[in-house]
């Protein structure tokens, strides 16, 4: 009887637990939804209708010292270059309508390509954090188009947000090869 109720003190404090996990997950994204909602308004005050879209969707080499090695690695990575191109077509709204669906199953294999073949010079914690965030984007990208249709302004907001999870991916690449970040 003792160890009943030992057991069942123990599932209390497990579910206690989850319960706690889940409330503060549940604040982080609030949080997260908020500042969001703030950038917004802070582009709206400045004239900018949506935050700005990079200008090219590479790394820019010439910013940075890098190391040879990781440099050709990365652009060397087909896998990499094949889900660039497609992020740029899709940020330029190069895809049409009509093809999105097809689009999207398309892009959920590249991103998932990404995650099984990033070089190992570069693979980095937040290398495979950062794929894995373009991952979670593409998931929602493809649940808002199931929701909405083909609603031009719901799925522009979700591009978005994969466009400035690849951009964390550059950034990250870009200091991953970093001289500076490399000890040689």
Same mark, same amino acid.
């Given at each position: 009887?003792?160890? #009943?109720? $030992?057991?069942?003190? =123990? &599932?209390?404090q497990?579910?206690?637990q989850v319960?706690?996990r &889940?409330? =503060?997950e549940?604040?982080?994204?609030?949080?997260? !939804? +908020?500042?969001?909602? $703030? @950038?917004?308004?802070?582009? !709206?005050?400045? #004239?900018?209708? =949506?935050?700005?879209?990079?200008?090219?969707?590479e790394?820019?080499?010439?910013?940075?010292?890098? +190391?040879? =090695?990781?440099?050709?690695?990365?652009?060397?990575?087909? *896998?990499?270059?094949?889900?660039?191109?497609?992020?740029?077509?899709?940020?330029?709204?190069?895809?049409?309508?009509?093809?999105?669906?097809?689009?999207? %199953? @398309? $892009?959920? /294999?590249?991103?998932?390509?990404?995650?099984?073949?990033?070089?190992?010079?570069?693979?980095?914690?937040?290398v495979?954090? +950062?794929?894995? *965030?373009i @991952?979670?984007?593409?998931?929602?990208l @493809?649940?808002?188009?199931?929701?909405? #249709?083909?609603d031009?302004?719901?799925?522009?907001n /979700?591009?978005?947000?994969?466009?400035?999870?690849?951009?964390?991916? &550059?950034?990250?690449? /870009?200091? %991953?090869?970093?001289?500076?970040g490399?000890?040689?």
């Amino acid at each position: 009887m003792l160890t #009943g109720a $030992l057991i069942s003190c =123990k &599932n209390d404090q497990k579910e206690a637990q989850v319960d706690e996990r &889940n409330e =503060k997950e549940q604040q982080v994204e609030k949080d997260s !939804a +908020d500042l969001e909602r $703030l @950038r917004y308004a802070e582009n !709206a005050e400045l #004239g900018i209708d =949506k935050p700005r879209l990079p200008e090219n969707y590479e790394i820019d080499w010439d910013a940075v010292e890098s +190391d040879p =090695k990781m440099r050709s690695d990365i652009e060397g990575w087909n *896998d990499y270059n094949t889900f660039s191109a497609s992020v740029k077509t899709l940020g330029l709204k190069e895809v049409p309508q009509e093809e999105i669906t097809d689009y999207m %199953t @398309r $892009l959920e /294999q590249e991103a998932n390509n990404l995650q099984n073949t990033i070089p190992a010079s570069v693979m980095t914690e937040e290398v495979q954090e +950062d794929i894995k *965030d373009i @991952r979670e984007e593409v998931a929602d990208l @493809r649940m808002v188009i199931k929701k909405y #249709g083909t609603d031009e302004n719901k799925i522009s907001n /979700q591009v978005e947000e994969l466009i400035e999870a690849y951009d964390d991916l &550059n950034e990250e690449l /870009q200091e %991953t090869a970093s001289k500076k970040g490399v000890s040689l």
